[in-house]
């Protein structure tokens, strides 16, 4: 490829990183608190939102914009217990700036706590986007192994929150949570760790908790 | 981007296609059948292909080429069984020919009926990517949800067969075989589909069995 190509693809990163320190800007201004969800397919991004969204009820609102390649399944699981937009790619692997900013105008003038992504189901490519978030959350199920964190480095490595999800299935399953923590934190040794069960609320409480200590340390920042 | 810039990406894409076809008709000749194994990270390849080797011992030889972002994990449970070359992309989302040609020349004159592709834990960036395969698999298991080949689409219209793995786990999980092989074939009509335990052994035979006749169809499609 000749020099001009690649100083075009410099170009489109560095306005990329741009809009998303700027929507982060904007919204750390409004008091709205961005988490970027990553997993591989069927981790239980959409469950642990549902979750979270029925626990909080009353507490916090929430919004959530969800990716997709295909299909508006998860927002039509979402979209009754917070407003929701489904994002299409149309076959890319992750999202960028451009459809979040989308997304963000069709959810209109949320009065919100807490805007929640969920990424594509891919624990490559997203690793490489930042979309503003001020927190990424990798979620990972018991069911996948233990032996993750190390064979997709780069999503644990940029990401500050591991879940790990499916609690319920541990009994049959060759899952160590210690053995994917301690793996994870070879990578990350600042990774903070909750386990879950979106089914059961298991851990419910206390990952709702690190969003809203999370959220408030923005604030007192903010205010600081 | 210039009109120059595109057309390269045509020419490097052609020239995977055409260095795809020529291993798919090189290994026609010897006879060997090529599987490309794609799913999400922690569906259970390497699991199936440990079983296969354990079930074939002494019927066919097989040889594997696996994938990964990085470390040899996977190379490590599958070396006892077969000979094994491990491929890491270094953090790119799926295998291309070059990174097969490698692995092939690293793996050296094998004897053997069966070369099986063990992609990266990936449902999106292999689809796209022809390997020289005379058979691409999609492996789903019962822990991801039976939502998921909507929302792959490209994966499933891509693969002859779907492997749905961990059936010990339908107890306690809400998937039907029944409607994720239904929602599948919405895509691709012809996707022939078993339903296989790795660690029980349950499938195993079947899905053998399947690989053998697909085999023993390209030889006597060779010989006609």
Known sequence: MST???SVGQDILSAAKQAAFE???DFTQRGIFIVNIVSSPGAGKTSLLEATARYWANQNRMSVL???LATDR???RL???APTVQLTTGGACHLEMPLI???LSELGEIQTDFLFIENIGNLVCPASHDLGEHLRVVVLSTTEGDDK???YPKMFRTSQVLVITKSDLLPYVPFSVEAAVADARLIQPNLQS???CARSGDGIPEWCRLLEDAREQMLATQNA
């Open 23 to 25: 929507l982060r800007a």
């Open 194 to 196: 909750v386990t879950v």
């Open 74 to 76: 998860d927002a039509q």
């Open 149 to 151: 964190p190390g064979k």
């Open 101 to 103: 900013r989308k997304g």
């Open 79 to 81: 979209s009754p217990l």
């Open 4 to 6: 001009k190509t690649i």
């Open 66 to 68: 969800v990716g997709d």
